[in-house]
């Protein structure tokens, strides 16, 4: 069975320190895909990014950053210079590619919590 | 705006009764969910529906059911033989149930009992 862990619970940062977010996950699968999501206040779940198994290029968006590593099943997302609005619950997903119709389910880690203060 | 509306933004719920959540997209997505999400945990999947008049059970369906019958709409029906609904409730949707397609997300609503 696919499982995503994320181990750190809350993390709290002063604005404009970067912040790393982990992310580990489990499948027996070959070809799975992982993504990022967002949760600010208000609840709705922002997607941020999709990784694909086969590709471990790294990926940046402005202070936005992403670390795949298929050696140590990790796909980690760092946040350089912190802001206040960054401050949210940050959930890590993994979906496998299930032939057959499997309805190919998206497995979310516990998330991590990061408040950022000035 | 395309975008997914889930109604009512927040639901109370008496011992013993039925309450149905709704989402609605206009996104023209095939795939819909439901998610269950509880404080420290993450989504846990209820019910999802890969295309209209067909829907399948996740992990957690029991006390739950839905309808597909519109593509538009994934509405959520809490049952009474569900004994802790207390939880926040996000639906999604996604173009087609291709795996590397992300879900997109409504706003939630959150279910209290009274």
Redesign the interface.
Known sequence: AQK?TQAQ?EISVVEKEDVTLDCVYETRDT???L?W?KQPP??????LI?R?SFDEQNEISGRYSWNFQKSTSSFNFTITASQVVDSAVY?CAL????RG?G????T????TQLKVEL | DGGITQSPKYLFRKEGQNVTLSCEQNLNHD?M?WYRQDP??????IY?S?IVNDF?K?DIAEGYSVSREKKESFPLTVTSAQKNPTA?Y?C?SKVF????????????T?LSIL
């Open positions: 995503v619970t070809t799975y895909y993504f999501y208000s609840g709705e779940l922002v997607f999709r694909n959930f979906s496998e590619d299930v119709g309805g190919n389910k998206l979310f880690g516990t998330g | 795939a969910y420290g945990q993450g989504l846990r999947l999802y890969q399948q996740g926040f996000l999604a149930s291709g795996a590397n397609q992300p879900q997109h997300f409504g706003d939630g959150r």
